[in-house]
């Protein structure tokens, strides 16, 4: 019997992997998709991202990224990171690394669906595989979470993510936010030529539509499209618990509030290390308390940010507000780190 089964070969569910491989305890990762993985995703991480990657082994080649900048027409705000860059890195690149470290550690990666998971007081069967724990790190949609009663219903109008990547050369060594009335778009330089663009919003509509609604972005975007478009949600997924018996939620599948700030993958890697460190000290018990402490800011400042640009009058005062006030847009960036 293994120690720990892992649902799901994204970069949560090999981070829950490399952790438990460093920490001694066999892991074997059930993924049915190829690697490298792609997925609609921001491909900014913030500098306790490039940290947690460090903890794990893993230099991973990208953009180096000084900061954050909002924009809105001519209205700008920018704060750079305080102690550490932060990195802009394609997903196929960050998944690459992440697949290549697990292993080279002697983690087992099976192909295949996870599927219907059984449990009793002391072991958990799912794949054809017992072990003595399940993580489940399988997505924002997670499968796993739906099949153990641990989510909540969704809200109306949720938000959703498109990503598509442009030839360019990077004119930034910043994370830019560009604001309009519909909702943002992303701009994180991933290569000596190509810049990712991702964009939120509650419309549903074309990337192109979505595009347009930024003109001080588009002349910026003149090289050809380097990719399809990708994308993701609603974002919003809320979950009663990260905890049923032997089995722990991390990353997207431990319930989702938004991308706005860019946290996404800091988090994922923080609560797959969270989680392993729980079991191997036997205490799995301790959990749901480490990822509340791990996400609460986060949480936090998502929500206010999310509440402000709910509404199209207030949402317009991000920016100038943020522009007025550069000590307080540069705690919430530091805080965010």
């Known amino acids: 019997m293994i120690d720990v089964l ?12 490399i952790h438990a491989a460093l920490a001694g305890l066999e892991a074997v990762v059930v993924e049915p998709r190829t690697a490298p993985v792609d997925k609609a995703c921001g491909e900014g991480l913030m500098p306790s991202g490039v940290t947690a990657l460090r903890a794990l082994g893993i230099e991973a080649d990208g953009r180096e990224l000084r900061g954050i900048r909002y924009v809105a027409g001519a209205t700008r705000a920018e704060a750079s990171f305080r102690d550490h860059s932060g ?12 697949h290549q470290r697990a292993l080279g550690l002697g983690v087992r990666i ?4 996870v599927g219907e998971v059984r449990q009793n007081a002391d072991t958990v069967t799912a794949a054809g595989t017992t072990a003595r724990w399940l993580i489940a790190a399988d997505g924002l949609h997670s499968p796993v979470r739906r099949s153990l009663g641990l989510e909540l219903p969704g809200r109306p109008h949720g938000r959703y993510g498109l990503r598509r990547h442009y030839h360019v050369e990077p004119w930034t060594d910043f994370v830019e936010v ?3 009335r519909h909702g943002e778009a992303y701009v994180t330089p991933v290569g000596d030529d190509l810049v990712g663009v991702a964009i939120l919003t509650r419309s549903r509509r074309g990337y192109d539509e979505h595009l347009a609604d930024f003109p001080t972005l588009t002349p910026s975007l003149r090289g050809p499209a380097a990719t399809e478009v990708r994308g993701a949600g609603p974002l919003l997924q809320r979950v009663r618990r ?19 700030t860019g946290e996404g993958i800091a988090l994922a890697l923080a609560t797959a290390g969270a989680a392993v460190r ?5 205490r799995p018990d301790t959990y749901e308390r480490a990822w509340a402490r791990l996400t609460r800011r986060h949480r936090l400042l998502t929500g206010a940010l999310l509440a402000v640009g709910r509404r199209p009058g ?13 000590p307080v847009f540069s705690a919430t960036v530091h805080a965010l780190q």
């Open 6 to 17: 892992v649902a799901g070969g994204g970069p949560a569910g090999l981070a829950a992997a």
């Open 87 to 98: 990195l802009g890195i394609r997903r196929t690149t960050l998944h690459s690394a992440l």
């Open 110 to 113: 099976l192909p295949g669906k």
């Open 178 to 180: 560009h604001w309009s």
């Open 242 to 260: 990260r905890t049923a018996g032997r089995v722990l939620l991390v990353g997207d599948a431990a319930g989702y509030l938004d991308a706005l």
């Open 278 to 282: 729980c079991l191997a000290a036997g």
């Open 314 to 326: 207030t949402a317009r005062l991000i920016v100038p507000a943020a522009s007025r006030m550069p």
